[in-house]
């Protein structure tokens, strides 16, 4: 394995110098054991232990531009096609992915199926801090500090790229680093395009509040070949050792967990979800966040309508006739970007408006491209995708030396089907019309997947179109988060399971009665914006796809942001559902109340329907239970034994009004 890598395109020695710490082994031409101290790393505050590694490994690259870091991608004779591979002991040489270089950017492939996806169980906890998370030396039997000291001394042997980021952006986001064997440099590569790449040039003084140490061959020797992605909580740095090399569960969702993680101890949280600002034909805006589950319609609530070829809007197709219900729509809104996965809700940003508060919690998008099966799918990312402004990071899509990548054209895994995981990372600012600054949110809307139900076979599927809620019932919506129907994420049956507090625990490295609590009080701190529940997939026996999602967001921005009239609304035969709409009309059209009231559908009717509210309610029953702590907020254990107890709607708008 060659680690004499040049550092600098050009091979001036200058700059070599400038970007290289190589050390006193007679490595590199370093003549008579001297080093040569990057000038770089002292901007930067290290522990003892980080500087032993520095200073004993085969030598350090601080990249200074993402260009400088994309040259590296290739390998030290910056081949089109170049293979990952790493020593493992016991297994000698072990390839785990191909990097080539294409027109647009760099084409990661895996080996094995299993990289190309994220391990959903691959979160382990190593301090003793409170968590509700699989604790390391619980699971494996022995305490994560001698890994730890494993991990490091591997390090020495290897040589490295230290690239400070921001976790979080780099407007408001905090100071991390890097720490990356260069073989794999295409990771650090990723990383500086979904953070914030930090010019060690312009820092001063820079300590990192989080650190994530990337050790691939690990994952082989200790861990069966399985994704583990281990928290280390210190008191000043939150360490995260990531033993694989797929982005997912370290570069993307490991940055997720330290904003979670700091938010736990500062008092804010970084919600799960999509926001865009709609602007209706008419020139009125509103400012719409869309959280729930994975499959819930965050990515879909930024896309625009989808119509048929005529221009028509398919609304529902009945799942037991096959009748196809359309409607015909005029002009729609306009959709400005905020954030298409993580909202960071900094203190500082809240102000007087009584509503949230947020900002784009990343620099670029992880974009899962299944959807995108040939030309003209997406034109937007397509475009961006195609010819974009900068090289940049492509999985799990076939890549040609010098060609133009085509995010429609996937990797096949080795059944012979496309890799159901494709990604692009997209720059969010190459995103059209992005949306810059922070944005007060005018409605909180949480979407689930329905299952199809009828009276024949009921099931949850019960939801209208749109239903607008108290505060109480939005938060115990977040504290279960239904993963619901035919959800692309779970490959074992389509039974109904919680995702956890705020749909984003999976991530969270803590105590999930501390993110209820914070979630309480952002609640409760934003009385001037609103909630709804939207679903997806089904509406009683009609299947509907993403339109109710599409209709209720064009109905809601032009109405000022769900300022709707008491005489539109009726309470919901289930009281989870809060209110429901007694009528709608969208472009002139009227929606008939079959969509809006599933009880009044006659292939489920009102014994279909409390059938269906029955299993809706029994889960939240069962999900909730786990809340009941001490630590609970005394606002929140009232909301939950009104729930636990029957309560009417009426009962909940008496602990949180609904504002309308």
């Known amino acids: 394995?060659?680690?004499?890598?040049?550092?600098?395109?050009?091979?001036?020695?200058?700059?070599?110098?400038?970007?290289?710490?190589?050390?006193?082994?007679?490595?590199?031409?370093?003549?008579?054991?001297?080093?040569?101290?990057?000038?770089?790393?002292?901007?930067?505050?290290?522990?003892?232990?980080?500087?032993?590694?520095?200073?004993?490994?085969?030598?350090?690259?601080?990249?200074?531009?993402?260009?400088?870091?994309?040259?590296?991608?290739?390998?030290?004779?910056?081949?089109?096609?170049?293979?990952?591979?790493?020593?493992?002991?016991?297994?000698?040489?072990?390839?785990?992915?191909?990097?080539?270089?294409?027109?647009?950017?760099?084409?990661?492939?895996?080996?094995?199926?299993?990289?190309?996806?994220?391990?959903?169980?691959?979160?382990?906890?190593?301090?003793?801090?409170?968590?509700?998370?699989?604790?390391?030396?619980?699971?494996?039997?022995?305490?994560?500090?001698?890994?730890?000291?494993?991990?490091?001394?591997?390090?020495?042997?290897?040589?490295?790229?230290?690239?400070?980021?921001?976790?979080?952006?780099?407007?408001?986001?905090?100071?991390?680093?890097?720490?990356c064997p260069k073989q794999c440099a295409f990771f650090a590569f990723a990383l500086a395009h979904l953070q914030g790449f930090v010019n060690a040039e312009e820092s001063e003084g820079y300590k990192p509040r989080a650190i994530v140490y990337v050790a691939p061959p690990f994952r082989h020797t200790h861990f069966e070949g399985k994704q583990v992605v281990v928290h280390n909580r210190l008191d000043d740095c939150h360490e995260v050792f990531s033993y694989n090399l797929y982005p997912g569960p370290s570069a993307k969702k490991g940055v997720?967990?330290?904003?979670?993680?700091?938010?736990?101890?500062?008092?804010?949280?970084?919600?799960?979800?999509?926001?865009?600002?709609?602007?209706?034909?008419?020139?009125?805006?509103?400012?719409?966040?869309?959280?729930?589950?994975?499959?819930?319609?965050?990515?879909?609530?930024?896309?625009?309508?989808?119509?048929?070829?005529?221009?028509?809007?398919?609304?529902?197709?009945?799942?037991?006739?096959?009748?196809?219900?359309?409607?015909?729509?005029?002009?729609?809104?306009?959709?400005?970007?905020?954030?298409?996965?993580?909202?960071?809700?900094?203190?500082?940003?809240?102000?007087?408006?009584?509503?949230l508060v947020l900002v784009d919690g990343e620099d670029g998008w992880f974009l899962r491209m299944d959807g995108v099966t040939h030309y003209g799918c997406d034109p937007v990312y397509e475009r961006i995708c195609t010819e974009p402004k900068e090289p940049l990071c492509f999985f799990n899509m076939e890549g040609h030396p010098g060609a133009t990548l085509l995010i429609w054209e996937h990797t096949l895994?080795?059944?012979?089907?496309?890799?159901?995981?494709?990604?692009?990372?997209?720059?969010?600012?190459?995103?059209?019309?992005?949306?810059?600054?922070p944005v007060e949110i005018d409605v909180r809307s949480f979407g689930v997947r329905m299952p199809p139900s009828t009276r024949e076979n009921p099931n949850y599927g019960i939801m209208g179109m749109m239903h607008i809620i108290p505060p109480a019932l939005a938060w115990l919506w977040r504290l279960v988060a239904p993963r619901g129907f035919n959800n692309p994420s779970i490959v074992t049956g389509n039974e109904l399971k919680s995702e956890g507090v705020g749909s984003y625990w999976p991530f969270a490295t803590g105590l999930r009665v501390k993110q209820a609590n914070l979630l309480l009080e952002q609640i409760m701190n934003s009385p001037n914006t609103r909630y709804v529940l939207i679903p997806n997939q089904h509406i009683g026996v009609y299947k509907v796809g993403f339109a109710a999602e599409w209709i209720s967001r064009e109905y809601l921005a032009r109405h000022g942001g769900a300022k709707i009239r008491r005489e539109h609304l009726e309470p919901a035969r289930c009281p989870l559902l809060g209110y429901a709409m007694k009528d709608m009309t969208i472009d002139g059209q009227r929606i008939r109340s079959k969509y809006l009231r599933v009880d009044t559908q006659d292939r489920v009717g009102t014994d279909g329907y409390d059938a269906g509210a029955k299993i809706l309610t029994d889960f939240f029953r069962k999900e909730l239970a786990k809340f009941d702590t001490p630590e609970l907020d005394p606002r929140g254990k009232q909301i939950i034994d009104c729930f636990m107890k029957g309560g009417t709607l009426a009962d909940f708008e008496a602990i949180t009004p609904t504002n309308l």
């Open 1 to 179: 394995m060659n680690n004499n890598w040049p550092d600098c395109i050009d091979g001036d020695e200058a700059l070599q110098q400038a970007h290289r710490w190589t050390l006193g082994k007679g490595a590199d031409g370093v003549k008579g054991g001297n080093k040569q101290m990057n000038p770089l790393l002292n901007k930067f505050t290290f522990t003892d232990e980080l500087k032993d590694v520095l200073e004993n490994c085969k030598g350090v690259s601080v990249p200074t531009s993402k260009a400088e870091l994309y040259d590296m991608v290739f390998g030290p004779e910056h081949a089109d096609v170049y293979d990952v591979i790493f020593d493992v002991p016991g297994k000698g040489p072990v390839k785990e992915a191909d990097v080539t270089r294409c027109k647009n950017g760099a084409s990661v492939n895996f080996v094995e199926d299993y990289m190309r996806r994220r391990e959903p169980d691959c979160m382990r906890i190593a301090d003793d801090k409170p968590t509700d998370k699989k604790r390391f030396a619980d699971v494996y039997g022995y305490p994560f500090t001698d890994l730890r000291r494993e991990t490091m001394e591997w390090f020495k042997t290897q040589e490295l790229i230290l690239m400070p980021f921001n976790s979080g952006g780099n407007i408001y986001g905090y100071g991390s680093m890097l720490v």
């Open 256 to 355: 997720y967990s330290v904003l979670l993680d700091i938010g736990e101890q500062e008092g804010w949280t970084t919600c799960h979800t999509s926001c865009g600002r709609l602007v209706t034909p008419y020139e009125n805006e509103m400012v719409i966040m869309h959280e729930g589950a994975s499959g819930g319609g965050k990515s879909e609530m930024l896309q625009d309508i989808a119509r048929e070829p005529d221009g028509r809007v398919l609304l529902s197709k009945n799942t037991v006739t096959g009748e196809e219900t359309y409607l015909n729509m005029g002009a729609t809104c306009s959709i400005e970007p905020v954030c298409d996965d993580m909202a960071t809700c900094y203190p500082q940003l809240q102000n007087n408006s009584g509503k």
């Open 413 to 437: 895994d080795s059944n012979g089907k496309p890799c159901s995981n494709p990604r692009a990372i997209v720059p969010r600012w190459d995103v059209p019309h992005i949306v810059k600054e």
